[in-house]
């Protein structure tokens, strides 16, 4: 039996409903995980749930963590309350607690605290289990949903993977018909978004037959689930637009360049149909644009740039002046000019990088990263166009913000030190390069120890620099370097001497 045909029978396939709940619609991921992964009736199929409020969120996450924070191991955390004398055994049924779990891990992935998220997906396919049974297709949604979380918040490609092939399973193994046709579009949506996981997981682990493979059957259930009188316009090019993506980045990875292209276009005109300037279609002219680039030799730079132009230009007229979304636009707009080789596009790059400093700056403040990685691409771009005194003194100036964000000592500043030596180097100045490759490599050997290979490219450097015995004699050694090269040590005295003489 083909695959194919495998999954249409399990569609049709019977799984029986424990629950006394009307059948409902299963709305799982598109693109986002905190807006699908999360929603109320991934699990559940009432809509209790739907008229509470943000604030009540926060109130769970609040009172969870006070919870924790004041329990000083796993050990008393989990003790029974004690009310009036007596311990007070939670009884609150399994579906309620499911629906609080799905809460709370929607609420700590919009808060970014991913680790708890995961830890609440993870309780939901234990909670999914004991309310739906070990067949039914809401058990198989609670390992896509941790199959997502892996992969959205931790971008673990292995767990998601493992994850989901258990869901996988469940729906294979189901044994109940769906009692209308909105279920049957809920079990066939679930079905898709199983394959399309399970695609992208592959793709990050570079399994790319397999997940080929996983991305068609995603389609061709996406294909039979729009022929379903429920299914919306609006759901269809929604899934469409998310496969063909997944499929294009797949290509993309693959250097396949014009069916990574094909894919990107399909998808972006399916999102122009809701306007030219909607926020979606950034991320496709960005991947077309990146695209264009990785053709090498043979790459159209100037319709790399075009595409980028076009997701800044749209970012700007959708988020305000100082909006961090539309600096990271021009941030990608400034690497695609650089990339030219030219000096018209340089000036460009070094407009956009500018514009870029100016809004981290006044956001996020000068001891943020992106801002300091911000700055280095300016130095890179002074020293490439000649202005390499400019590059070293903004780079010097970034030393003092990089010892505060990441140590004094660290890999970050050792870099900094490390590219002020090559531009040195590249001058002719030996003496100033010497000083700061001896910075580098001091850091280095502290940060990584004396065989990583960092610290070894930066001996060989320095080797070679103390070859030239003007220098060597100039800059002298360190007493390191003279406990070093000096000769062992030999404990037998020779006989043809007197001891003590």
């Given amino acids: 039996m083909s695959d194919d045909s495998e999954d249409e029978v399990n569609i049709m396939a019977p799984?029986?409903?424990?629950?006394?709940?009307?059948?409902?619609?299963?709305?799982t991921a598109r693109t986002d995980i905190t807006d699908s992964t999360y929603r109320s009736d991934s699990f559940d199929d009432d809509d209790d749930d739907d008229n509470e409020s943000i604030e009540q969120d926060e109130d769970i996450a609040s009172e969870d963590e006070k919870h924790e924070k004041s329990s000083t191991s796993r050990k008393t955390h989990r003790k029974k309350k004690i009310k009036k004398g007596r311990h007070v055994i939670d009884m609150t049924p399994p579906d309620k607690?499911?629906?609080k779990c799905q809460k709370k891990a929607k609420h700590y992935?919009?808060?970014?605290?991913?680790?708890?998220?995961?830890?609440e997906l993870i309780k939901c396919t234990a909670l999914a289990r004991i309310v739906y049974g070990d067949g039914h297709w809401k058990y198989a949604s609670a390992y896509y949903a941790l199959a997502e979380g892996y992969l959205e918040l931790k971008g673990y490609g292995p767990q998601s993977k493992e994850h989901a092939d258990t869901a996988k399973a469940i729906m294979m193994s189901g044994i109940a018909t769906s009692s209308s046709e909105s279920e049957k579009a809920s079990i066939m949506e679930l079905l898709m978004n199983i394959?399309?996981?399970?695609?992208?997981?592959?793709?990050?682990?570079?399994?790319?037959?397999?997940?080929?493979?996983?991305?068609?059957?995603?389609?061709?259930?996406?294909?039979?689930?729009?022929k379903l009188s429920c299914v919306k316009d609006s759901e269809i090019d929604d899934d469409d637009t998310k496969i063909f993506m997944a499929v294009a980045r797949l290509y993309a990875k693959q250097q396949k360049h014009a069916s990574a292209t094909e894919y990107f276009e399909r998808a972006l005109e399916i999102v122009k149909l809701k306007g030219d300037d909607c926020p979606e279609l950034i991320p496709i002219y960005q991947s077309l644009g990146k695209v264009e680039q990785s053709k090498g030799k043979h790459a159209d730079h100037e319709h790399a740039i075009e595409m980028f132009l076009q997701a800044h230009s749209i970012s700007s007229a959708n988020n305000k002046a100082d909006s961090i979304a539309t600096a990271e636009t021009a941030r990608a707009l400034a690497s695609a000019y650089s990339k030219t080789g030219d000096a018209d596009g340089e000036t460009s790059a070094e407009s956009y990088l500018n514009?870029?400093?100016?809004?981290?700056?006044?956001?996020?403040?000068?001891?943020?990263?992106?801002?300091?990685?911000?700055?280095?691409?300016?130095?890179?771009?002074?020293?490439?166009?000649?202005?390499q005194e400019e590059g070293i003194s903004l780079l010097r100036s970034t030393v003092e913000a990089k010892q505060e964000v990441f140590?004094?000592?660290?890999?970050?500043?050792?870099?900094?030190?490390?590219?002020?030596?090559?531009?040195?180097?590249?001058?002719?100045?030996m003496e100033k390069a010497l000083k700061a490759f001896k910075k580098c490599h001091t850091m280095q050997k502290t940060v990584y120890g004396e065989n990583h290979k960092k610290t070894k490219d930066t001996q060989k450097t320095l080797d070679v620099l103390l070859a030239n015995p003007a220098l060597s004699s100039k800059m002298g050694k360190s007493k390191a370097d003279e406990l070093k090269d000096r000769p062992r040590f030999n404990g037998i005295v020779s006989r043809t001497g007197t001891a003590g003489h």
């Fill in 15 to 27: 799984i029986v409903d424990v629950s006394s709940e009307k059948g409902g619609k299963l709305n």
């Fill in 97 to 99: 607690l499911l629906k």
């Fill in 109 to 119: 992935a919009t808060l970014k605290k991913n680790d708890k998220a995961l830890r």
């Fill in 195 to 226: 394959h399309f996981i399970l695609g992208r997981a592959l793709t990050m682990l570079q399994k790319y037959p397999e997940a080929e493979a996983a991305l068609t059957k995603a389609e061709q259930v996406a294909n039979k689930r729009s």
């Fill in 355 to 387: 514009e870029c400093l100016v809004t981290y700056q006044r956001v996020h403040g000068p001891y943020h990263q992106t801002t300091l990685d911000i700055q280095d691409d300016l130095a890179r771009l002074m020293v490439r166009t000649g202005r």
């Fill in 407 to 429: 140590g004094e000592y660290s890999g970050e500043v050792a870099d900094v030190y490390k590219l002020i030596g090559s531009v040195y180097l590249s001058e002719g100045n």
